[in-house]
């Protein structure tokens, strides 16, 4: 079992709906924000959603900040809410013009 920033590693996180080209080539990310979400991102959507138990007080506290919804402090808390702020809206912007 490895740990990044308190959190379990699980398999590799992709989001190919909101980010199809990956997290670091989006310009949404920093390189190692793009590479930490890879790592440990599908560990935090299952917290998140409920379809993992929290193993240590770092989960814990994660899925507290998941459930009250409140400002993240840790690193990992904020770049989470990053993510998750970018996936429920992108803006579009048309040329057409009306005459």
């Known amino acids: 079992m490895t740990l990044i920033h308190g959190f379990i590693?699980?398999?590799r996180f992709y989001d190919d709906v909101h980010f199809p080209h990956g997290f670091s080539k989006s310009g949404d990310f920093t390189i190692a924000d793009a590479e930490l979400l890879s790592g440990i991102g599908q560990r935090l959507l299952m917290l998140e959603q409920g379809t993992a138990i929290p193993e240590n007080k770092?989960?814990?506290q994660f899925v507290f900040l998941c459930k009250s919804e409140a400002e993240g402090q840790t690193k990992i808390e904020l770049l989470w809410q990053?993510?998750?702020k970018?996936?429920?809206y992108k803006p579009f912007h048309s040329l057409h013009r009306c005459a």
């Open 86 to 88: 970018l996936t429920r």
């Open 82 to 84: 990053k993510y998750k």
């Open 9 to 11: 590693q699980t398999e």
């Open 58 to 60: 770092v989960e814990e």
